[in-house]
């Protein structure tokens, strides 16, 4: 059977018994907040002529965008072990909403960082309880149906950044996140209405104590969850670099217009779209070590590559190979997952990734600054030798 065949038996297997609807509307959910927070990559030029930003406060904007993306998860964690995951979800695409009407009536550049600070805030709360939900739902395959939620994310950022380009060149940036806004209140609504109410643990104080810390912290201790922590951190520092400037950088240092840039950078994504679905399976089947290297090898190239290339079609070509590591969120969050025990999966989820996350954030400012200093193609062979470690790192890993 080809990758076409597994993935639709995959996909039929997560509708199975009713599932279906749930499925679909977490994985939604996280296509538009993905879609939104991957918009502000293609509208970088349009906001850093209206507000007069160099490269390196371009980057900034999109470190304050991940950092507010990171900083959140750890409160979504724990709320999301002490109250429904459908009222934490809803939330944060409501605050999304909110926060994108914000940046869109932003005067200046002040306030067009604390509203996208706040876009990221409103973001962060959503993963944690999506991996939770999900792993109620989805006991046995965690992979495959994180997967599929990623791999919708994907097609989130595949389609809606080209739309907000298109609108901005036609219109204004304003309506490049503006025609966003009814679509997040809606998700809101819809995951409030189909995704299943929980009770309260009545754990807030137990979350939130001393001693609970420390549980959390021994749990985390007791496997290879800070070596797979350090991966992710080093993975999202190389993904957040690479994505948050790469339109730019076709623009300025290949030559392509803006609207082709943004037809490269939603190929990123499409990629993606098959990507995820496999590699999630594949978590399942073979366990994280083959799986993360397997998408992860292809990359080294890619990056190393991409300042030699030119045109198009070629670099169409690199920016597939170097999408293949998208499939490594689908591995590491699913090994998280099964790894972390129920009881304190939101929280320990919510550690790890805000850890890592954070620490990543810091990837887009410095790699604005590398290309303000003239080295935008030495900062992507800098990515491919960082890959290159991760990869080395992961042959660390268990073999299942």
């Known amino acids: 059977m080809g990758p076409v065949g597994s993935l639709r038996g995959e996909i039929g297997s997560l509708r199975a018994n009713g599932r279906g609807p749930i499925l679909a509307t977490v994985a939604g959910g996280w296509g538009m907040l993905l879609g939104a927070r991957m918009i502000y990559p293609v509208l970088l030029p349009y906001l850093r002529s209206s507000f007069d930003l160099s490269l390196t406060v371009a980057g900034l904007l999109v470190t304050v965008l991940w950092l507010g993306s990171a900083l959140g998860q750890l ?3 724990v709320l999301a072990d002490r109250y429904s995951e459908r009222l934490v979800m809803a939330v944060g695409a409501a605050v999304v909403a909110l926060a994108l009407c914000a940046v869109i009536a932003a005067p200046t550049a002040a306030v067009l960082f604390l509203a996208t600070g706040l876009v990221g805030v409103g973001q962060s709360l959503y993963p944690i309880a999506r991996i939770t939900i999900l792993s109620k739902i989805y006991p046995d395959r965690i992979g495959s149906a994180l997967g599929v939620t990623m791999a919708t994310g994907d ?3 595949t389609v809606l950044p080209p739309i907000a380009g ?6 204004a940036w304003q309506a490049g ?14 995951l409030w209405v189909v995704l299943p109410a929980q009770r309260s643990t009545g ?3 137990e979350t939130l104590s001393a001693d609970h810390a420390r549980h959390v912290l021994a749990e985390l201790r007791r496997s290879n969850m800070a070596f797979v922590a350090f991966i992710l951190f080093l993975y999202i520092l190389i993904w957040q670099s690479f994505t948050g400037l790469y339109p730019t950088y076709l623009v300025d240092e290949k030559g392509l217009s803006s609207a082709t840039a943004g037809i490269l950078f939603s190929g990123f994504f499409a990629v993606g779209v098959l990507v995820k679905p496999l590699a999630g399976a594949a978590y ?5 070590r083959r799986s993360l290297v397997a998408v992860l090898v292809g990359p080294i190239a890619g990056l190393a590559l991409l300042p030699v290339v030119e045109g198009f079609w070629a670099l169409a070509g690199i920016t597939a190979l170097v999408s293949t590591m998208l499939g490594s969120g689908a591995i590491t969050q699913s090994f998280l997952s099964d790894t972390i025990p129920q009881e304190i999966r939101g929280t320990g989820l919510g550690v790890v990734r805000t850890s890592a996350a954070t620490l990543g954030a810091a990837g887009p400012v410095v790699f604005g600054a590398i290309a303000d200093r003239g ?6 062979l800098l990515l491919a030798a960082i890959m290159a470690i991760v990869v080395l790192l992961t042959l660390r890993l268990p073999d299942e």
């Open 166 to 171: 298109a609108l901005a060149a036609a219109i």
């Open 75 to 77: 409160p979504g964690g």
């Open 284 to 288: 399942d089947r073979v366990g994280i």
């Open 177 to 190: 996140l503006g025609f966003l806004v009814p679509l997040l209140f809606v998700a809101a609504i819809a």
């Open 155 to 157: 097609l989130g950022q």
């Open 203 to 205: 754990t807030t104080g």
């Open 375 to 380: 080295f935008f193609n030495e900062g992507y």
